[in-house]
């Protein structure tokens, strides 16, 4: 019992030591919400990007890679310079949880605001909610066509879909 008390106390202190310092350096992006640091694997806070095999329609409706070009863009924006991330927390997989900024901007405003990436209210309580009406309003990246919500494709990717039928389904939206 006094060995898992002082395991625990040591979880603890070790992940606040992980929390406490901000990361800065150059990123490489992983994917559209996720960046990696000086090793360490950093999911932006209160943002959804489509996963990089997601698929959504362009307003032409043919289907392109939505989670690739989330990425893609992202690489693009960061141009290889200094990236500061603030740790909030850590997920269920490890990753610290940050918000990240590039010269001074945050990125998960920059994805929601050019329709890379969504405002993840369950999360965000709303934060980037005004930066995702106006990408809405603007037809900016996933509003010029239809997509499916990041965390529904994920769900249906987990019960068994493929991608390509989990990209297209009834909760598209327009």
Request: glycine fraction near 8%.
């Amino acid at each position: 019992m006094i060995k898992r008390r002082i395991l625990v106390l040591m979880l603890l202190l070790l992940s606040s030591a992980v929390l406490a310092d901000s990361f800065v350096g150059q990123a490489s992006v992983i994917d559209g919400d996720t960046l990696e640091i000086h090793g360490t694997r950093i999911r932006l806070w209160g943002v959804d990007a489509p996963e990089s095999t997601q698929l959504c329609r362009a307003e032409d409706s043919l289907q392109y890679r939505c989670g690739s070009q989330a990425a893609n863009d992202l690489d693009a924006y960061i141009a290889r310079r200094p990236v500061n991330c603030v740790p909030l927390s850590l997920d269920r997989y490890g990753r610290t949880v940050a918000t990240c900024s590039v010269a001074g901007k945050d990125i998960g405003e920059w994805l929601v605001r050019n329709g890379l990436a969504l405002d993840w209210p369950q999360y965000s309580k709303g934060r980037y909610h005004e930066a995702q009406r106006e990408a809405e309003r603007a037809g900016q990246g996933l509003w010029k066509g239809s997509y499916v919500e990041p965390w529904l494709y994920r769900a249906c990717i987990r019960t068994g879909g493929n991608p390509s039928a989990c990209s297209d389904d009834a909760n598209a939206h327009p």
